[in-house]
């Protein structure tokens, strides 16, 4: 994969994202995968408002996260996002989320989405956004 | 007040409620003050998903919270709410959270709400809705 | 399995939970898990704030999700946990999400679990904690 | 007050920031209130972990906001915050959130924080932090 392929975002942990544990909770990772999910889309000039308005949306249908070191509060983070697989109505996207400037993921994971019309029904990805997210 | 017309609810805080300061975050009391809220239209016979469908919303256009001690993991929660005030095209909710079986409250607080129409234009709350909420 | 070893807990969809594409924010399931999970253990008489207190801790080192259906808001939702694997210092917890009344899952997944003591190194999982939770 | 007394940060609203209404929930601008707060302290040379280290803690006591118009999703926000009151165990905070590029507040509001030992208990702020923060 060549670089320009991946989105980067910042990230700056707040106190609201951390739990008694003195780390980031669990579960707002998903929140950072989908931040850097629609940089990624936008980066290629596939805004998701811009979708939702042609009756294209990529609901989540599977999720998957592995924690490997504890983000803290005021941490700097980047994640980085890129598509790593395409199929006729799949998308998939991997993620790793790392301190800045260090190489080291503190959290990898990856999100499955289907590609739905309006009324939530299956439907082809339209080939223009599958050449953008591929290219 | 008459007890009846309060509505209670319980919840049990989570991990994810709380912060690295090992209590619950301040934000969180809201989602609780809305969880009451909802409950109390729903006991009246009111659920706010049936009022949405007849174009009838109450978006909140003022928060207020006082803090006065702090809700822990695992505390069982009991969160009060009853309507306050009811104008014209707005409404007021009262809310007090206290650990079920004790007295003093955690947090205090209100939301007023805008009566609108499916267009986000105000509008005068219907005859019925004024009725069972203030009953 | 024999349902004693499973603990059921319910939880109302609140308007908080859900985001613009009408239905549950995915991220939001993660934080039902845990509710369910902690439920589990203080089912078993085990406490999460008690374990703590020893020196327990069992941080998630991963997380699965599969969405099936979606959950909306309002919705009165069960959620089902069960530890599905005990090794040395790992757990594994399984969860089931329907609406209350239906059958068909909403959302499952998994949690992982290591057992660490108060510095975060791993450790065995104690003998009664493991005979609590496989009982 | 002149514009070097303020921090402004940028926030770009995520999915997970709306709900089924379209817009952002109204729990989640006081997220964006704390994450300018502790910018606003970073930039005097006080991020709030080092105050922490020091035994210096600022938990939240009250909070207010009012909400003018909705942010949606994908809008890129500005979030204002400043000092507006320090006495000798609180201070208060000012916020206000447009976006990028307008003038109109889509929400403003405050909080008070109390000056608190590691203790909880309430304490003068200390003269270094007090001349920070009103400098």
Known sequence: MHPAAQTR????????????A???YHANYLRWFEAARCEFLRARGL???QMMTRGVH????????RYRRPARFEDELEV???????????????YAIHRLGEQEALCEGYTYHACCDDQGRPQRIPKDVKGLVTG
């Open 22 to 24: 003195h780390v980031v």
């Open 47 to 49: 805004p998701y408002t």
């Open 9 to 20: 975002i910042r990230v700056r942990v707040i106190f609201g994202d951390t739990d008694q």
């Open 80 to 94: 980085v996002a890129h598509v790593s697989e395409v199929r006729g109505a799949t998308l998939r996207f991997d």
């Open 58 to 65: 990529f609901p989540v249908t599977e999720a998957y996260l």
